[in-house]
């Protein structure tokens, strides 16, 4: 793993937005998986300021989202469908048809999970950007998720819910369940771009960096991969900064 600590969030975006530029511009038909949350917002407004400055092109390129809530509408404010259209996806040029993000809405759960490894199949990930959950979660993998898991429905943890309960009206109106790729199918990945701040994460950095490579903590398993970055700020890299 290939640490980078920032004195701030700005410096960081735009190291982490750079490496995700510079890719599609190499490779215009890269494959990006993409994630959701506080985290990766100031990421995505840079490149939303990049495209309309320098015209980067998303036009032939895919981008595979991590998961989505189970049962919520997908026009919903807090839906990840909403927040990837309003974040990202309405400011850029790329093509709605290669988009993805899983179907929390459909009734045969089952298929839509299948139909989501058949599409990082037939389109596998270049770049993997991450966050991590103040449980050390991927994705919704929550703790003791199986390391070789592709995409499933998972409960989510009260922790997780209770994190969330920012983006609704209260932590009754959160989703219990979600739909998210794997451990196995994050880890597939190319390469990974795990991106964390604030002190509510330092101990689950502290965790996946050093602690036992153990399902209790799901990011550890990146541990395992060779090439990842982990890109944070002071107060996320607090504990292991202490620890040295
Ligand atoms: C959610 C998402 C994760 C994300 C995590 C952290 O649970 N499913 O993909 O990494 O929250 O979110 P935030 O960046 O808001 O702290």
Same mark, same amino acid.
């Given at each position: ?13 735009? *190291? ?9 511009? @190499? &490779? /215009?038909?890269?494959?990006?998986? !993409?994630?959701? +949350? $506080? ?71 089952? *298929? ?9 199949? @037939? &389109? /596998?990930?270049?770049?993997?950007? !991450?966050?991590? +959950? $103040? ?110």
């Amino acid at each position: 793993m290939n640490i980078h600590i920032f004195k701030n969030k700005k410096s960081l975006d735009e *190291a982490v937005s750079r490496l995700l530029i510079e890719q599609v511009n @190499k &490779h /215009p038909k890269s494959v990006l998986g !993409l994630a959701t +949350g $506080s985290t990766p917002l100031g990421i995505y407004k840079q490149l939303m300021d990049d495209h309309k400055r320098h015209k980067t092109s998303y036009q032939d390129v895919v981008t595979i989202n991590l998961d989505e809530y189970v049962g919520l509408d997908k026009n919903s404010p807090a839906s990840y469908q909403s927040f990837m259209k309003v974040n990202l996806f309405d400011a850029l040029d790329i093509n709605p048809k290669n988009t993805f993000i899983p179907d929390g809405e459909t009734k045969d759960l089952d *298929a839509a999970c299948q139909a989501y490894d058949d599409i990082m199949k @037939k &389109h /596998p990930i270049d770049i993997q950007l !991450l966050g991590i +959950g $103040s449980n050390g979660h991927i994705g919704f993998n929550e703790p003791n998720t199986p390391f070789d898991s592709e995409t499933h429905i998972i409960e989510l943890a009260l922790k997780t819910r209770t994190d969330n309960a920012v983006h609704f009206k209260s932590l009754d109106d959160v989703p219990t369940q979600a739909i998210t790729m794997g451990i196995k199918s994050i880890t597939n990945s190319k390469r990974i771009l795990l991106v964390a701040t604030g002190a509510n994460k330092a101990q689950a950095v502290k965790g996946m960096i050093f602690g036992e490579i153990d399902p209790i903590l799901p990011a550890s398993v990146l541990q395992t991969h060779p090439n990842v970055d982990v890109f944070l700020d002071y107060q996320a890299a607090s504990l292991i900064l202490s620890s040295k």
